[in-house]
């Protein structure tokens, strides 16, 4: 009677003392002694480190020679993206693989639960700024393609910088929700990773939901926006006079744009439809299929990078070599704009190019020369890598 009372004590004492990200746990899991979750998770991460390391530099050579500033622009969103899942895959490939090799205690290493926040934090961090990435640059091109007089008046490398880091910031304080109370995270099985919460308590299930209706939001968004770019541009480029208002940037960029959000897509909608559907319904959650479709979204941060490797304009002109890749600006894709904007630029500049044309041996050279580089750049054909 006496050592039952002392073992429910010692039970009752050991739950009260257990940190909250292992309170759902009352053992820890058993693990296999195997040498495959460690061989594959090493050989996993690899592969996207060197992928995302090798689109860094391509990135970063091709944004060294462009010239266009709509280009140079959606190659820092690109940027942004593969840096992006280059330190998801240092962050938590490391800790996965550590675990494999070493089979740590976490209740050991990690008593008060900071070492599993963190990771908690790093997968949805990481796992939302690819989507939110997306849907942003979905609305770049889906204004470059649409707008494109407003456009060439707002583009600038520092604007798409500021945007990719507000990217970031959202998703950051995304993840930071669990910190301040709202939802909680907790070590996953096989016991090698830390993830939201998924159960049935009130802020759990309303932080699995944000996670989850973000990241669907931001696919849905992407999906529109990128649909209605690429029937405008199929809409130009195959009307009349459509040899001379093809433009290769437009196309690399949609086509890099489409493959990216599929890729999302198909990628990432499985986990969050799953987090949804689970806390909807109230149902008991399954870890395996929790498991799988995990590793089906870690798969996008391998995938992204060979989406600009493969589908770079260079690529696409081998592929289709009979295709009229001519250059010509976005501007010029709607003939209307094109001569607004010109007689918009010529009056802004107080007739004072008029006046001085008749002293000029050359006045269309001399115009191009101190013209603003900004009216040079939405009004002049432009090159491109």
Known sequence: MVSSLFAINKSSALSNTTPLCFSINSQLFRHNHTITPAYFSAVFSALGLISNLFALVVLAKTFHHTKSRSRSSFLLFLGGLVLTDFMGLLVTGSIVVSFHITHFNWRQLDPH??????????????GLCPLLLG??????????????????????NSRACLKVAMVWVTAGCISLLPLAGLGSYRLQFPGSWCFLNISSRPLDMTFGLIFSLVGLLSLALSFLLNTVSVI?????????????????YEVEMMVQLILIMTIA?????????????????????????????????????????????????????????????????????????????????????????????????????????????????????????
């Open 232 to 248: 405008t541009l199929l809409r130009v480029c195959c009307g009349k006079d459509s040899a001379q208002r093809r433009r290769d």
């Open 113 to 126: 639960c900071h070492f599993c926040n963190f990771m908690g934090m790093s997968m949805v961090f990481y």
């Open 265 to 385: 897509s198909v990628c990432w909608c499985p986990l969050l439809v799953f987090i949804a559907q689970t806390v909807l319904s109230g149902s008991e959650l399954d870890v395996q299929h929790l498991l799988l479709w995990l590793r089906f979204a870690t798969g996008n941060q391998i995938l992204d990078p060979w989406v600009y490797i493969l589908f770079r304009r260079a690529v696409l002109k081998r592929i289709a070599p009979k295709m009229d890749w001519s250059r010509g600006s976005i501007v010029s894709l709607y003939p209307t704009i094109s001569t607004s904007f010109r007689k918009f630029t010529r009056a802004s500049l107080g007739g004072t190019l008029d006046r001085l044309d008749h002293v000029r041996p050359n006045p269309d050279k001399a115009r191009q020369e101190e013209m603003p580089p900004h009216v040079l750049d939405a009004t002049a054909p432009l090159n491109s890598i």
């Open 135 to 156: 849907a942003t640059m979905a609305v770049e091109r889906f204004v470059g393609i649409n707008r494109p007089f407003a456009r060439s008046t707002t583009m600038s």
